[in-house]
């Protein structure tokens, strides 16, 4: 029989349970949380949670990783963790051996200090040790072309700012359509680079392009100066990459080197779809966008924006609003968009605008796996779509039940008050 992984509760304490982030908490302190290894070769060592050098700490194996650890049973990325209101999000990012909480399999848990997590064969107590001052709010709610007022946009803004400052080479993760691209072109904007050369390699060009963008006249002659952003490196066959990695070391800081990508850098070096020496050298530092499922609190404004540039009048109805919010954007901000558009040209029938797109044979108006198998997600992506979802509609269901009545939903639900309360916010 398979192991069960958890993905609802940890125990009894509503404060360990595994679930999304809304991610739309703005706060003036965050937690301030350290991890502590016990046993092994590294008893006591202390490792501080440090939100100013990445969106999220990444805790693995590779030197990609915020936490590097010797233990040879964990994946080279293995899990990441994030603030969350005064929680840590942990999220196990797709690993070989799994993450266990005091003891439970799980896939992503809200955490409060005091549980210990198990990677491979080692022990890390997390301990809070305290509050600090947020250093993580921007002063607005743009980064050039990229909205967001939510607390995961915020943190990323604001590593964004300050790593355009750098000579850093930076490598931008996230999913499909959540502004990859842009992202890219807003640290171009931000840096002392502003007014040079902006070019971009594409791993997906016809191999003559791209040829050509490699010669000694193409490409990173084009971004001398400037900004070069490689998009999906690890879709370079293996000997664009040699020569993209000797163009690179030719040009020194000559060129600034920006990389987008959808997939798992350390996966890809572990499978040999990417050079080890070209992936350690594209990642000085690391940003990642967060997929707008966990923007809950930026779709209005993102709607806001696409209605008025797609040429609606006034603002967004309420009711479509109210659809815009209930649905959880699998093709991320690019869908939201396109939804927003259909819904500005169709009028009144957000049905068609909210149609879905992709392989009419797998998906259903109504057919949430449906789309989600029509989509280029990975399991854990898709997963966290459909637990999102069947929470919502869950508490939803529960507290007409009941009337309205908080508790006793939360009772029926064997849930805690509070922790039905948590599940209500992360909708909102």
């Keep these: 029989m398979s192991e069960r992984t958890h993905t609802t509760l940890i125990g009894s304490d509503p404060s360990t349970v595994a679930g999304l982030s809304g991610g739309d908490e703005r706060t003036d302190r965050l937690p301030v949380f350290v991890l502590k290894i016990v046993g092994g070769e590294e008893d006591g060592s202390l490792y501080p949670l440090d939100w100013t050098r990445s969106s999220r700490v990444l805790v693995g194996t590779s030197a990609a ?12 990325r293995h899990l990441a963790l994030g603030p969350q209101g005064g929680y840590l999000q942990l999220t196990d990012t797709e690993s070989t ?27 890390m107590r997390l301990m809070r040790t305290g509050d600090a001052q947020n250093p993580m709010q921007h002063p607005g709610s743009a980064f050039g072309r990229v909205l967001g007022r939510s607390t995961d946009m915020q ?3 604001v590593l964004g700012t300050r790593l355009a400052k750098t000579k850093l080479p930076i490598v931008v993760e996230g ?3 959540t502004g990859k691209e ?41 971004a001398q100066g400037g900004t ?18 000797q163009l690179i070391t030719r040009a020194g800081e000559t060129v600034r080197v920006v990389s987008t990508t959808k997939r798992n850098l350390d996966r ?30 930026d779709i209005a404004l993102l709607a806001s924006h696409f209605w008025t540039i797609g040429g609606g009048q006034d603002t967004p109805p309420a009711d479509l609003l109210a659809k815009l919010h209930d649905y959880h954007w699998p093709g991320n901000v690019r869908e939201f968009r396109h939804a927003v558009e259909r819904a500005v040209a169709l009028g ?19 057919d949430l796996v449906g789309r989600l198998l029509a989509m280029d997600l990975s399991l854990q992506q898709a997963r966290a779509v459909l637990v999102a979802d069947f929470e919502r509609k869950y508490t939803e269901v529960a507290l007409k039940r009941h009337g309205g009545n908080v508790t006793r939903a939360a009772a029926a639900s064997g849930l805690t008050r509070r922790y039905f309360h948590m599940l209500r916010a992360k909708q909102k």
Aim: proline share 4%; charged share 30%.
């Design 348 to 366: 009144d029938d957000y049905a068609l605008a909210f149609a879905p797109r992709g392989d009419a044979g797998l998906a259903t108006q109504d």
């Design 175 to 177: 999913e499909t359509g």
């Design 155 to 157: 943190r990323v803004f």
């Design 228 to 245: 070069l952003v490689i998009d999906e490196p690890a879709e370079l066959p293996l000997s664009a990459q040699a020569r993209v990695l």
């Design 97 to 123: 051996n799994g993450t266990r909480v005091n003891g439970l399999r799980v896939v992503e848990a809200l955490l409060k200090g005091g549980e210990t997590i198990t990677i491979g064969g080692t022990d």
């Design 268 to 297: 890809e070096a572990e499978a040999g779809r990417v050079r080890e020496d070209l992936m350690f050298r594209l990642m000085g530092a690391r940003i990642e966008l967060p997929p707008l499922r966990r923007r809950h609190g």
């Design 182 to 222: 842009l992202f890219a072109e807003a640290l171009h904007e931000a840096s002392d680079r502003a007014d040079a050369p902006y070019a971009t390699l594409t791993a997906s060009s016809a191999a003559a392009d791209l040829m050509a963008d490699l010669a000694d006249d193409g490409v990173f002659a084009r």
């Design 65 to 76: 990783c915020d936490i590097k650890l010797a233990d040879s049973l964990v994946s080279r």
